[in-house]
């Protein structure tokens, strides 16, 4: 009988290839034997190939990205349970205000995460924890849940709306479409509601900023912030800084332990899952959080492009416009 690809044998893989075997995975975990189970996983199938869809596109618009502007989209899982990367202290309420984490962001790459395979936490002795907490859960027929961290290095200046349409609120929309997700921060997120406004605001300086354009690199001197406490996101547009983010996962809803239930019949009993379940599926949501922001970016950039090229479809005004309508002498 085939068995489903392990973290080890898919850390090597493209990342799309990757969320594929994951919803693939998630969708014969379940398993029921009453009618509504049938339709149930009838419905999960045609989410599974929607889903689908959206990682693959996902893996081709993070290419164009990468290669037209120079995009970086890397994420790594943060927290399982209570074992965080960078736990919250006194001094540093959230991972935004942290030198270390700042750094990390800067400069992790996709391929130094792979490398903690299975936990993807670019920590050894934080990947050590979650991966011990990971085993305690699985031994006792349990779950847990945790977080993935995102940053979106690169992202061209001037993204997105000022209202309805802001780029933080589409990357929310996005990642809280993730099966399993339930919650959302950027930026500072909830750590900077304890930080006073003087710590928190992002101070406008003038630097020497590199601009890269397919295999070209320049240097021009342009406004950019001291500090990225808004996670790259002012006003609901990027200004140019890395874009960074968490997503919140739950604990997997099928367990091996057994669990009061009742049915469509009002009768009280016993649900017992069967067959093999993941203890927790923060590691194997690392790529899909990445394709599913590249779809964002890149939704962004078309609407950037369209209101240029729209520039040249309608007329030009008149330099001067009358006030009051004219009206020519007999025409009345």
């Known amino acids: 009988m085939p068995t489903s690809p392990t973290l080890k044998s898919m850390a090597s893989r493209p990342a799309v290839v990757v969320a594929a075997a994951v919803l693939v995975r998630q969708s014969v975990s379940h398993r029921s034997c009453t009618e509504q189970g049938r339709r149930a996983r009838e419905v999960r199938t045609k989410a599974i190939l929607t889903r689908l869809g959206r990682v693959a596109a996902g893996a081709i618009a993070e290419k164009y990205l990468r290669l037209s502007h120079g995009v970086e989209i890397v994420s790594f899982v943060s927290s399982v349970g209570n074992e965080h990367l960078f736990p919250p202290t006194p001094e540093h309420p959230s991972p935004a205000t942290n030198p270390e984490f700042l750094n990390l962001i800067e400069n992790i ?7 903690f395979v299975p936990t993807r936490c670019p920590n050894q002795e934080a ?7 990971i085993e305690q859960f699985r031994d006792n027929q349990d779950s847990i849940g945790g977080t993935v961290t995102c940053v979106i290095r690169n992202v061209p200046v001037g993204l997105g709306e000022p209202c309805f349409d802001k780029l933080e609120a589409k990357l929310a929309h996005a990642m809280l479409s993730i099966p399993a997700t339930k919650g959302f921060e950027i930026g500072s997120g909830f750590g900077g509601c304890e930080v006073p406004g003087s710590i928190h605001n992002d101070p406008f300086v003038v630097s020497d900023v590199e601009t890269r354009t ?7 001197q342009r406004l950019t912030t001291k500090t990225n406490n808004s996670g790259g996101i002012q006003g609901g547009i990027s200004n140019g800084a890395s874009i960074y983010f968490r997503v919140a996962f739950k604990p997997p809803a099928t367990i091996g332990q057994a669990q009061t239930t009742a049915s469509y019949g ?5 649900l017992e899952a069967k067959g093999r379940h993941d203890p927790c599926v923060v590691p194997r949501a690392v790529p899909i959080v990445e394709t599913m922001s590249a779809l964002v970016i890149m939704d962004a950039l078309m609407a950037q492009y369209a209101r240029e090229s729209a520039k040249n479809l309608l007329p030009p005004l008149p330099k ?7 009206v020519k002498p007999g025409s009345a």
């Open 266 to 270: 009002l009768e009280e009993g016993t």
């Open 320 to 326: 001067t416009i009358p006030t009051h309508p004219t």
């Open 109 to 115: 790459s996709r391929e130094t995460v792979d490398s």
């Open 127 to 133: 990947a050590a924890r979650m991966t011990k907490v």
């Open 214 to 220: 397919g295999t070209e690199t320049t240097t021009k």
